[in-house]
């Protein structure tokens, strides 16, 4: 018997990377993995699928002489174990070409892209498929709780990704996305982010297009109709079928959440979600479905059982007749939807925000000016500026006294339990853990 092939994955304790190891390791591959963190959930998750986890990036792991080292996003010139693979010209590859030459190169590859909703989005569409009993395998950067995994490679020949427009590793600038090759591809919006890699909104559209490219005739891309910049990058030229979701000429959604195609009632979406931006997608999750052959009423009908994913709109708990939501939102657009999502749902009852602007956009504070209106919708904001390189009181401060600000995470905490009360909606937004806030505050107001 031969010996399974070897990758070794450079940066293995990212959400991508971490999936890819998952899925490696499911199709028979022989795993070992380093990073700078190795630690929980990440760490358990991958050690309980057999995977050897090294702490660091030490030469000594030249000496596990693999077929291949796949190398992260994370991994920079200068890294030392890097240095060592670029000296010895030994055999490496970035993860999003390892996994599409290797795994999906026979896969119906259905790939979610856009500013927001792609873990969301990419979940409701790999439940659809699994519902309507195709057994699709997928990575996704989130865990969606209908399935308990992020990632999964199966025997079906579909495949739903997550697909990514931040750059693919140091020596690979072009997004993620360029390398999964959809047969249906969705576009679900496009906004300006990822200010540290991305100059204006139009280099991150020029990314978009090479995603069109890619894209086959026999393929579908499944578009915002809504999104100026989505209409600029199907102009540039577009060579495949395209449905549009949001607007009157395509598939749309009314108040009632009765869903249409075309002007025609196709049926009536039924769940728990809530805000207009899961109804889009919503709408972009059906119409890919249905391009890989399920029905628009199976679809409507595996979406009534569809749990959301970790992280979004997440009730971590309830105490004293207090709620406390964490949410993954980051950018203003997000942040703006997920209060406003949440206002409906509470309707008159208290919502105090609490931000961590944490991306490398926020930091940089390219997006600041836009903060005060996208948490208009909420009663009071505690923001924590602690490593931030701008003045959040100044940006904040057009939202008057309804907007605190702290340096200190426990000054935060502690302010926040003095004001809460009885019938308060706490809704927690950061795209990091933010120092563990919702279970301490869930202790400190018990």
Request: glycine content about 10%; overall charge negative.
């Amino acid at each position: 018997m031969t010996n399974p092939k070897h990758i070794h994955i450079i940066g293995i304790c990212g959400t991508f990377m971490g999936g890819i190891a998952a899925i490696a390791k499911q199709a028979g591959y022989r795993v070992t993995g380093c990073d700078a963190n190795v630690y929980p959930p990440m760490s358990t998750q991958l050690e309980q699928q057999g995977i050897e986890l090294i702490e660091g990036f030490g030469l000594d792991q030249l000496a596990l002489n693999p077929d291949v080292y796949v190398v992260g996003n994370v991994v920079s010139r200068g890294n030392a174990l890097m240095e060592e693979i670029l000296n010895r010209n030994l055999l490496y590859v970035s993860g999003p070409q390892w996994l599409a030459e290797t795994l999906l190169r026979d896969k119906w590859v259905l790939a979610v892209a856009g500013t927001h909703g792609k873990t969301t989005t990419t979940s409701m569409l790999a439940w659809i498929l699994e519902h309507a009993g195709l057994n699709p395998g997928f990575l996704i950067g989130g865990v969606p709780q209908n399935f308990g995994i992020s990632a999964r490679i199966t025997e079906s020949s579909f495949f739903v990704i997550e697909a990514d427009e931040y750059d693919t590793a140091f020596f690979d600038k072009r997004s993620k996305f360029v390398h999964y090759h959809p047969r249906t591809a969705v576009l679900n919006n496009l906004e300006f982010d990822h200010a540290d890699i991305f100059s204006d909104l139009a280099s991150i559209e020029t990314q978009f297009h090479h995603l069109v490219r890619t894209v086959p005739g026999n393929g579908l891309l499944v578009s915002n109709g809504n999104q100026d910049s989505l209409r600029r990058v199907i102009d540039r030229g577009c060579w495949t079928p395209v449905e549009n979701f949001g607007c009157e000429n395509g598939w749309n959604i009314n108040a009632d959440n009765r869903v249409s195609l075309n002007g025609v009632v196709q049926g009536t979406l039924q769940w728990e979600l809530f805000g207009e931006h899961n109804r889009m997608n919503a709408l972009a999750a059906l119409s890919a479905a249905r391009h890989a052959g399920v029905p628009i009423a199976h679809g409507l009908t595996a979406l009534t059982e569809f749990k959301n994913v970790k992280r979004r709109m997440e009730v971590r708990g309830m105490v004293n007749g207090i709620t406390i939501y964490d949410d993954f939102a980051h950018h203003p657009t997000a942040i703006d939807t997920t209060v406003a999502g949440l206002r409906h749902k509470v309707g008159k009852a208290r919502i105090l925000a609490v931000l961590e602007p944490r991306s490398n956009t926020m930091k940089l504070g390219v997006m600041k000016d836009a903060l005060p209106g996208s948490l208009k919708d909420a009663d009071l904001t505690f923001c924590y500026s602690g490593n931030l390189g701008w003045d959040a009181a100044s940006a904040l401060a057009p939202l008057g006294d309804k907007a605190l600000v702290k340096e200190e995470l426990s000054e935060l905490i502690k302010t926040i339990v003095a004001t809460a009360r009885t019938g308060d909606h706490i809704l927690v937004m950061s795209n990091g853990g933010f120092g563990g806030i919702h279970e301490k505050l869930l202790k400190k107001l018990s």
